[in-house]
């Protein structure tokens, strides 16, 4: 189960494939899908790409009320992404800050892109979790020194 960010980010640094080998399908909802058309700069191929290999349209049912009032705040990609996650049962990939405070309050297991990348690296898949996320930033997809920095120590950098 995946928000639009993290695609967006791993689709910038052409490293989605890491996403299929450890998760199979990634589900999404339809607003996520919106968010990714709507791309046009040279992530669009590789997201295209994507939705027709391993990212699969699922949409997410009405929400009990407790999760309507914990996601109306956010955006809607955000929102009906933990209502899906919740109803699957599945970990969430979103890297936004409050999108992922809201989904740990309601129990998700939630992964952001540094994780996927710290992974790939202990599968030697990358080289650089650091150098893979400075990539990331250096393409326009925001990134604080801070979450780059942990996840380098985290990977062993």
């Known amino acids: 189960m995946s928000n639009t960010g993290p695609l967006v980010a791993l689709a910038k640094i052409d490293a989605l494939g890491l996403l299929k080998n450890p998760f199979g399908r990634v589900h999404i909802e339809p ?15 590789r997201l295209d790409d994507a939705l027709n290999d391993f990212l699969e349209i699922r949409h997410a049912p009405a929400p009990a ?4 009032r914990q996601t109306h705040r956010l955006g809607a990609g955000e929102g009906r992404s933990i209502i899906l996650a919740l109803a699957l049962g599945e970990p969430l990939l979103i890297d936004e800050r409050v999108g992922r405070a809201v989904a740990r309050s309601l129990g998700l297991r939630v992964v952001g892109s540094g994780a996927v990348l710290i992974r790939a690296k202990q599968r030697r898949l990358i080289t650089s979790v650091r150098g893979s996320l400075e990539e990331m930033r250096g393409r326009g ?17």
């Open 141 to 157: 997809y925001w990134l604080s020194e801070d979450l780059i920095g942990t996840a380098a120590k985290l990977a062993g950098e």
């Open 31 to 45: 607003a996520v899908h919106r968010g990714l058309l709507a791309k046009t700069s040279l992530e669009a191929d």
């Open 65 to 68: 009320r407790d999760v309507s």
